[in-house]
């Protein structure tokens, strides 16, 4: 045996590997050829030596342990060991070559969670492959899209509006509300407004700009300024050159390339003048001129740099930034908060341009005072009492149709109305004749001044509101006053006392205080109730009632007056005729003041801050607030014989000759017509031969209620006829329409009288409107009315003239059923005055919220001021009604969501 030939170790395992291991020396290592020490060599060959290996490559170890603490102690010469070249069995694992893959995911030769992790070639690869893409996309996209013409996208048209016999009442937008001018002719501060408040980049980009859309969204993240996304190219695409107007991405996606396309063919000048003759500013007004117009009363060229930074400012959205207000669409876009709105972007629209450097410094210094624009009722076209008709249906339009505003304004609507021409001219008339002949201002500055008259008309099987006086010019006075709440109703809201006894009952006096329907007790017009001034209301139980310091209630009566003493005993129908306060407060006690406000509700009346008093005594006597609409709307549902219809000023829409809306009437059964007829027929004596008789109708049957609040600050008149329900509101209050905390005045010596009754002006105009308004109707007569309920209270000796039940009416009116006279001397046909004082008001003579005259005594024992309720709703009211022109009193209105309210 040649002496470099050893033998090889006899022992393997673990032993050897580390007597192998230690004894290795540090350079390479030469290794016996045969050595078979792996435990693995019946399985083929274990070692590189065995597959030819040369003597200077390494060893493979014996096995995954050895590995492992070789490679922890750093074995074999401390070099990394090679893999074998060939591709021979391991234990269990091959150690070839991977084979290469196009694309190497799941990565080969990685092994755990780093197999998963892309390489960042994989990742470069496919973020060309996608943005190849998407240009790839975006140029076929770009090469296809056509530009629509601008003729046919931004022509402006009318919205026509139609009396209810079809004949048309006013076309509003088209030529008067659009005007296209010239580049050179519109100013060059307006232009610098625009670029500054809607695309610093104009003159830069391509009709897009990325980086101003990502601003954007950071901007509106943090809840600041924002320039918004879109290039003024964009919006002027949007506005003149793509009919959809729609929200999706397909409108979206086909914006940007058209925007892409007209950036690179379209001159800036003509895209700018484009913009700015096509964009909407509010008020009807479509492009700069009719914008200049409406706001200012001038020609584009005329505007200075602080009005053009206010119809910038308005392009963000009129409805939020014109300072004029449109609470009947929004309750937050009043006057007030648009002002604040406008005036901040306003004054930050100057300051972009200063920084844009297209202003200086001292010329924005010049521009402190914010700029007034006029009343946004100057077209001359919605003078009189048009305006007030205009508004009233358009916000009916918003608010109760799928039409928007923004639509709306566009035009090509054809809006068929609920007006008679013929009745809104005669409740116009009927007013002017009672102004012209009684209210001097001139001659009684301080009693004749600030006076408001307001009138609806609405048909009772239908709901449709066939006439308004909403005050004397649209153009000049813009508060709707027959949509307006804040003037307290006064007696006019008896008869709903008087429909919650027929459809309730009053409370047994045992009845515990939640009571069913078995314990209480239905009660006829004849039942009896005390007529005495100053008396003690009680609770239904029989206790006193007193207010939160402990302090009673005592009921006065117009006048003072007692009636039929010593008794003091009343029957309901005489206490409505003669408006005896003390009967109903302590009516209203007795069926629960709840019941009272829910018939209210029932009969048509919203649920709104003025029923807030609903835990006071005087609540019966009418301190809720409603407007004129809604009265006449509550009153018609008697008329109906119970069936209730919301009011209404639209019965159709058409656009392009074809029905886009179409109102539909669905009644509800608000009373049973044994309630509501009875209530009428009660009505029918206030008329004949009690405080209303100044409203009567030669031949025809009437019914109706007077009303006054104490501290003469209004009166009201209410009636109705089978066919027509119709509410007259006075009241004085100053004209400084933009003031929230504006007070009723009092109306002692306006038009010289002693005193304004419900009787006297409001009954008067309710004649004479009426007496026109049904010329050629037919007399149609009420339901004779079913009896009711039973007589509770003791029952009065009837004097010698009193009458019976009525025979049946012949052409002139007759008496009413079962009338009670009075044994006391005859009463005068006085007015009802029931408005309770309010804390929060000095003017007031506040008497306990009990009398009804505004005279001194009454009220609670050992205070004469007593308790009121809490104040109910804006002196200005301005509920809109949803309308279009109330100021927002309660917020919304009739036509309104359910943020409205009268």
């Known amino acids: 045996m040649s002496e470099h030939r050893r033998k090889p170790p006899q022992g393997g395992g673990r032993a050897a590997a580390r007597r192998g291991a230690s004894g290795a020396p540090s350079g390479r290592r030469a290794a016996p050829r045969g050595a078979t020490g792996s435990p693995s060599s019946s399985y083929g060959p274990s070692s590189s030596y065995e597959s030819g290996a040369t003597e200077d490559e390494d060893r493979p170890y014996g096995g995954r342990a050895e590995a492992r603490r070789a490679a922890r102690n750093g074995s074999v010469s401390g070099g990394r060991r090679r893999a074998p070249e060939s591709g021979g069995r391991g234990r269990g694992r091959g150690y070839g070559p991977p084979k290469k893959r196009f694309i190497d995911y799941p990565r080969a030769g990685r092994s755990g969670p780093r197999r998963w992790i892309p390489s960042w070639r994989l990742i470069t690869s496919l973020i060309i492959g996608f943005f190849g893409s998407l240009l790839a996309v975006a140029g076929i996209a770009y090469a296809l899209v056509e530009i629509p013409e601008v003729a046919n996208a931004a022509k402006a048209q009318n919205n026509v509006y139609y009396w209810a016999d079809g004949s048309q009442m006013v076309a509003t937008g088209g030529e008067t509300n659009r005007q296209i001018i010239k580049y050179e002719d519109i100013p060059e501060a307006m232009r610098n407004a625009v670029i500054s408040a809607e695309n610093k980049t104009f003159y830069k980009d391509k009709g897009v700009d990325p980086m101003g859309i990502a601003r954007a969204v950071v901007n509106m993240a943090k809840g600041g300024q924002t320039q918004g996304g879109s290039t003024i190219t964009q919006q002027y695409v949007k506005n003149a050159r793509l009919d959809d107007q729609s929200q999706t991405f397909s409108r979206k996606f086909k914006e940007l390339f058209i925007s892409i396309k007209v950036g690179r063919t379209v001159s800036k000048e003509d895209i700018m003048a484009g913009y700015l003759n096509t964009a909407y500013y509010g008020r009807n007004a479509y492009g700069i001129q009719a914008a200049a117009r409406a706001y200012f009363g001038k020609e584009a060229q005329k505007l200075n740099p602080s009005e053009c930074a206010l119809l910038a400012t308005v392009l963000k959205g009129a409805t939020y930034y014109d300072p004029a207000g449109y609470p009947e669409i929004d309750p937050a876009a009043g006057p007030k908060e648009n002002t604040e709105r406008a005036k901040k972007r306003w004054a930050w629209i100057l300051d972009e341009e200063v920084k844009d450097g297209s202003m200086e410094a001292a010329d924005r210094a010049k521009y402190t005072e914010f700029p007034t624009p006029q009343n946004p009722r100057s077209n001359v076209k919605l003078s009189g009492q048009i305006g007030y008709l205009v508004s009233l249906a358009k916000a009916y339009v918003v608010n109760n149709t799928n039409i928007s505003a923004r639509e709306l304004d566009q035009g090509g609507y054809e809006i068929h109305t609920t007006f008679s021409k013929k009745k809104v001219t005669a409740l116009e008339k009927a007013v002017q004749k009672v102004r012209k002949e009684n209210i001097k201002p001139k001659l009684r500055p301080d009693k004749d001044k600030h006076v408001q008259f307001g009138g609806a008309s609405v048909n009772p099987r239908t709901g449709a509101i066939e006439a308004i006086y909403g005050g004397e010019d649209a153009t000049k006075h813009f508060t709707n006053n027959a949509d307006t709440t804040g003037a307290q109703v006064g007696s006019t809201y008896k008869p709903f006392v008087l429909a919650a006894a027929f459809k309730n009952g009053i409370r047994s006096k045992t009845g515990g205080a939640e009571q069913d329907s078995s314990q209480r007790i239905i009660i006829n017009p004849k039942s009896l109730y005390s007529g005495k001034n100053k008396l003690k209301i009680q609770n239904y139980d029989g206790t006193v009632w007193t207010d939160k310091d402990g302090k009673e209630w005592l009921q006065t009566n117009d006048g003072h007056q007692s009636y039929n003493p010593p008794s003091y005993k009343i029957d309901l129908r005489e206490a409505m005729r003669e408006s005896v306060n003390s009967a109903y ?212 000796v009837p004097s010698p003239t009193q009458t019976e039940e009525e025979e049946e009416p012949s052409d002139s009116p007759s008496p009413t059923p079962t009338e009670t006279k009075s044994s006391a001397p005859p009463t005068t046909k006085s007015p009802d005055p029931t408005e309770t004082c309010k804390e929060w008001d000095p003017s007031c003579k506040d008497d306990g919220g009990a009398s009804e005259g505004g005279d001194d005594d009454g009220g609670v024992i050992g205070d004469p001021g007593g308790e009121s309720p809490p104040p109910t709703g804006d002196a200005d009211g301005g509920n809109g009604n949803g309308n279009g022109n109330g100021h927002n009193g309660n917020g919304g209105g009739i036509f309104a969501g359910p943020t409205g309210g009268d």
């Open 585 to 796: 407060v302590q009516l209203g006690m007795d069926v629960g003041l709840d019941k009272v406000k829910a018939a209210a509700i029932d009969a048509g009346l919203r649920d709104d801050n003025s029923m807030a008093g609903a835990t006071y005594p005087s609540f019966s006597l009418g301190t809720s607030s409603p407007s004129a609409i809604r009265m006449a709307g509550a009153y018609a549902t008697f008329a109906a014989s119970g069936k209730q219809n919301d009011p209404f000023s639209v019965k159709e829409i058409e656009k392009e000759g074809q029905s886009v809306y179409r109102h539909d009437t669905r009644p509800k059964s608000a009373f049973d017509p044994a309630v509501a007829n009875n209530v009428t027929d009660v009505l029918r004596t206030v008329v004949e031969k009690g405080t209303g008789t100044s409203a009567k109708l030669p031949g025809r049957q009437v019914a109706g209620k007077t009303g006054t609040t104490d501290g003469n600050k209004s009166a009201w008149f209410v009636g109705y006829t089978p066919q027509l329900s119709t509410a007259i509101s006075m009241y004085r209050m100053d004209d400084d329409e933009t003031n929230k905390k504006r007070k009723f005045l009092e109306m002692f010596g306006t038009g010289g009288q002693e005193k304004i009754h419900g009787a006297s002006f409001p009954a008067e105009i309710w004649q004479d409107y009426m007496a026109v308004a049904l010329k050629d109707k037919p007399a149609l007569r009420f339901p004779t009315p079913e009896p009711i309920g039973e007589i509770v209270g003791q029952p009065v």
